[in-house]
Each structure stands twice: as structure tokens, then as C-alpha cells.
Antibody, heavy 121, light 107 residues
């Protein structure tokens, strides 16, 4: 059974840092793209970042470039999101998702349950 | 960046109704579009990918169509478990972008 379990969320002050983790199991982690998607309270979904299987390609939404870093450890079946210089507008539930990216298929087919990040003083 | 515009933002419907949600891309995305369903407090689930391919395990009452800039998701006969929020997402190019969502509510 495919499982994605996020952790590391919590309350942090503006300007602070937080590192989110996503533990993957039930599939061969190293052959999938992975992504982070967030959802502010009462708002819609917002794609944050993607990382290729070998971490050779990484993509970010404009508002987090230079502040957030996506990474992965294929030996540990884990995905990470290092978040620095956090702002109030980064407050959201952060989901990790498994991505299928092929010649005719692009989709996020499994999602974690999410971890809440609250940026507030 | 590619902007995704969904309409309507909400729709009230009854069980058994046919419901159609539309999504428009700000530029040609071929068929690189996916549809997701999200229920309150839960993670999203993919329903449709590549504009019209049904995700395994998703009921056949869900269907998707379109290409280029105009897309639609249709629920042929609304069931109680379908009351949720639906999002389109373009997967043509980074940054990936979602539509604003369509909330399907009970009439």
C-alpha cells in the first residue's frame, strides 16, 4: 500500500525556518517525481515545488524561490522541504504527493494527509 | 505562468443531476490537464488526467474532455459522495498551476 506521511509542521515566527519531511512507503520511491502542494486555510490548492527522481531538476513557485528548498533522500525514501524566511502568507497545510510524469501521463496520484504550518508571532 | 480559470466557483445540485465544470487555460496546454476532487479535511484525489483519462478506481460517471485551452469535467449523475470541491491543474509546464476550485453543494 502506497503511503506518504508528512511531519515537521508547527507554529513558527515570521522570518523563521522549518523543515518538512515526507516518509514514503509501499512503492519504489527513487523512480518517481515528487511534489509539495499547499493549501491556506479556507483557500484553494497551490503547487509549491517539484523534484525529479535523481534530484537533477527542481522547480518552484515564484513566491518561494530563494526561500524554500526541495530535496530528497532516495536511500531513506524521504522527501523534504526546507522553508526559510517564512511569512504569514506561507501559513497552510502542506501536502507531499507522488507524481507520475511520462510521455502521456502527468498526475499526482498519491497524497499524504498533510502537515499544518502556521507562521505567526 | 499559465493561469487556470475555473467556473463556476460553486454549484448547487441534487442527487442524480448532471454537473459540468469548466476550466480555461491562459495558453495552449494540449491535453496536459488533470482534475482533482477534495473533501473537507482530506487530501485531494486525482479523478482525470491527460484531460480525459479516467484514474483507476474512479467511477465512470466522471468524465473529462477538452484540449488546448478549454476543458470540462462532467459528473453524469451526481451521487451523495460527490459533494466536494473540484480543482483542475495544468501539467504542461512549470510552475504547475491549479484553478481556483469549484464547490459542488447539495441543493
Amino acid at each position: 500500500e502506497v503511503q506518504l506521511v508528512e511531519s515537521g509542521g508547527g507554529l513558527v515566527q515570521p522570518g523563521g525556518s522549518l523543515r518538512l519531511s515526507c516518509a514514503a512507503s509501499g512503492f519504489t520511491f527513487s523512480i518517481y517525481w515528487m511534489s509539495w502542494v499547499r493549501q491556506a486555510p479556507g483557500k484553494g490548492l497551490e503547487w509549491v515545488a517539484n523534484i525529479k527522481q535523481d534530484a537533477g531538476e527542481k522547480y518552484y513557485m515564484d513566491s518561494v524561490k530563494g526561500r524554500f528548498t526541495i530535496s530528497r533522500d532516495n536511500a531513506k525514501n524521504s522527501l523534504y522541504l526546507q522553508m526559510n524566511s517564512l511569512r504569514a502568507e506561507d501559513t497552510a497545510v502542506y501536502y507531499c504527493a507522488r507524481d507520475v510524469r511520462g510521455v502521456t501521463v502527468r498526475k499526482s496520484d498519491y497524497w499524504g494527509q498533510g502537515t499544518l504550518v502556521t507562521v505567526s508571532s | 505562468d499559465i493561469q487556470m480559470t475555473q467556473s463556476p466557483s460553486s454549484v448547487s445540485a441534487s442527487v442524480g443531476d448532471r454537473v459540468t465544470i469548466t476550466c480555461r487555460a491562459s495558453q495552449d496546454i494540449s491535453t496536459w490537464l488533470a482534475w482533482y476532487q477534495q473533501k473537507p479535511g482530506k487530501a485531494p484525489n486525482v479523478l482525470i488526467y491527460a484531460a480525459s483519462s479516467l484514474q483507476s478506481g474512479v467511477p465512470s460517471r466522471f468524465s473529462g474532455s477538452g484540449s488546448g485551452t478549454d476543458f470540462s469535467l462532467t459528473i453524469s449523475s451526481l451521487q451523495p459522495e460527490d459533494f466536494a470541491t473540484y480543482y483542475c491543474q495544468q501539467a504542461n509546464s512549470f510552475p504547475l498551476t491549479f484553478g481556483g476550485g469549484t464547490k459542488v453543494e447539495i441543493k
